[in-house]
């Protein structure tokens, strides 16, 4: 199966390619930061890919306004969102437009991977359950992809966060989204050289090699709904 990827968060690429090369090494994924790229890779190979992943919010997507162009232009390639934020219409203005799914950058690495292989065979993928809140931030858990039971897991996810400064467990929530440095910053209104003292001090602390890494175990241990419910 060949994917394009076009997003601009650079982790985020990363981790996808990870879990990709470790699940489904027969996947190729190909990768692009911007709407541009991924436009003018199309065009180039019009029929190489069996499937479209484009970020919501990257240079060039002007909204929606991307994916209408896309449609318009490849009407036979298969398209999909995905984004750091689901909202309702959001979704379901997608959907209308001529997207096949939209996945949540929310989702574990392994329950991703599996929701890409979904729509590869031809399903759709939806993260809207009850279509109840405007917001959700963690969908369709899969126990594969955590510890052995949930007791270890509630422990290590209590252990990580008591770790945790209030400061460095909003970084962590951002950093799971694969928002870059300065993003990070411009969201939380401070530095980028303190947010980079508060990623290297979160990998220090739950023992992650780099941001990918410390973005990985913040998926495996759901650290990000479990933030929100406590700071709620």
Known sequence: MNILLADDHVLFRDALQQFI?????????????????????LKGNPEKFDLVLLDFR??????LNGLKALVQNFPD??????SGVIEEETVHEALSIGACSYFPKTLNGKTLVKAIEIVLDGERFVPLKNYGSQIMPSYYDDDN???????????????????LTPREQDVI?????????????????????TIKLHVSGICKKIGADNRTKAAILAHKYDLVAKIQTLKA
């Open 58 to 63: 990257m240079p060039g997507m002007n909204n």
């Open 77 to 82: 390639q298969k398209i999909s969102i995905i």
């Open 145 to 163: 992809t955590r510890p052995n039971n949930d007791k270890q897991m509630k422990k290590q996810q209590s252990k990580i966060l008591d770790a």
């Open 173 to 193: 929530q951002y950093l799971a989204q694969g928002l870059s440095n300065k993003e990070i910053a411009n969201a939380l209104h401070l530095q980028v050289a």
């Open 21 to 41: 090369s470790a699940l489904k090494p027969d996947w190729i994924l190909s990768q692009v930061s911007n709407f541009n790229e991924a436009f003018d890779l």
